[in-house]
T-cell receptor, first 117, second 112 residues
Framework: AQKVTQAQTEISVVEKEDVTLDCVYE???????LFWYKQPPSGELVFLIR??????QNEISGRYSWNFQKSTSSFNFTITASQVVDSAVYFC??????????????FGTGTRLKVLA | DAGVIQSPRHEVTEMGQEVTLRCKPI?????LFWYRQTMMRGLELLIY????????DSGMPEDRFSAKMPNASFSTLKIQPSEPRDSAVYFC??????????FGQGTRLTVV
């Protein structure tokens, strides 16, 4: 079965705090991709990062960092020194093989992050 | 490129009416996905196409839902008859080999 679990439904932090959003995935594929998307209040889905299953190096982009651990099937996302503009719903997703050699994206239920001034 | 274009952005309809949502994917993309977003279930994959061929429609909730992709630049998602529980935001997304999905702005459907 292919599944993405984001156990944290909603998180509230005060501005400048660090926050980690958890993502746990399930797949039997040996080759797959993991993603994070941001959905601000305006509603569009904004791509943040893609990581393939063979690259377990952590990645940092400004205040954002991602920790990928195959041993625990987790792909967690940390925002350092959070800002009010980070308030959004964040989705973790898995690209997994579908039928006929194709692939599909499976999304978690999302984590709503509220950053308070 | 203009990105994935969905229409309409908002749709309000009465229960029992037919609703058609439209999507124009990014030119050159070979995958098209339809998702439904609700508070309870997040982003659910309804159906996806590869090279205009439906591959997996197991996420389509009922026979009232149908989707077509007559050519590489156009897809529709139809609900007939619509019900209040179909109220949600429907997203269309397309992708190419780099496996990054580009999403449209979504259609907010309200069935009263």
């Amino acid at each position: 079965a292919q599944k993405v679990t984001q156990a944290q439904t909603e998180i509230s932090v005060v501005e400048k705090e660090d926050v980690t959003l958890d993502c746990v995935y399930e797949t039997r594929d040996t080759t797959y991709y993991l993603f994070w998307y941001k959905q601000p209040p305006s509603g569009e889905l904004v791509f943040l990062i893609r990581r393939n299953s063979f690259d377990e190096q952590n990645e940092i982009s400004g205040r954002y960092s991602w920790n990928f651990q195959k041993s625990t099937s987790s792909f967690n996302f940390t925002i350092t020194a959070s800002q009010v503009v980070d308030s959004a719903v964040y989705f973790c997703a898995l690209s997994a093989f579908g039928g006929s050699g194709t692939y599909k994206y499976i999304f978690g239920t999302g984590t709503r992050l509220k950053v308070l001034a | 490129d203009a990105g994935v274009i969905q229409s309409p952005r908002h749709e309000v309809t009465e229960m029992g009416q037919e609703v058609t949502l439209r999507c124009k994917p990014i030119s050159g993309h070979d995958y098209l996905f339809w998702y439904r977003q609700t508070m309870m279930r997040g982003l659910e994959l309804l159906i996806y196409f590869n090279n205009n061929v439906p591959i997996d429609d197991s996420g389509m909730p009922e026979d009232r839902f149908s989707a077509k992709m007559p050519n590489a630049s156009f897809s529709t998602l139809k609900i007939q008859p619509s019900e209040p529980r179909d109220s949600a935001v429907y997203f269309c997304a397309s992708s190419f080999r780099d496996r990054r999905a580009f999403f449209g702005q979504g259609t907010r459907l309200t069935v009263v």
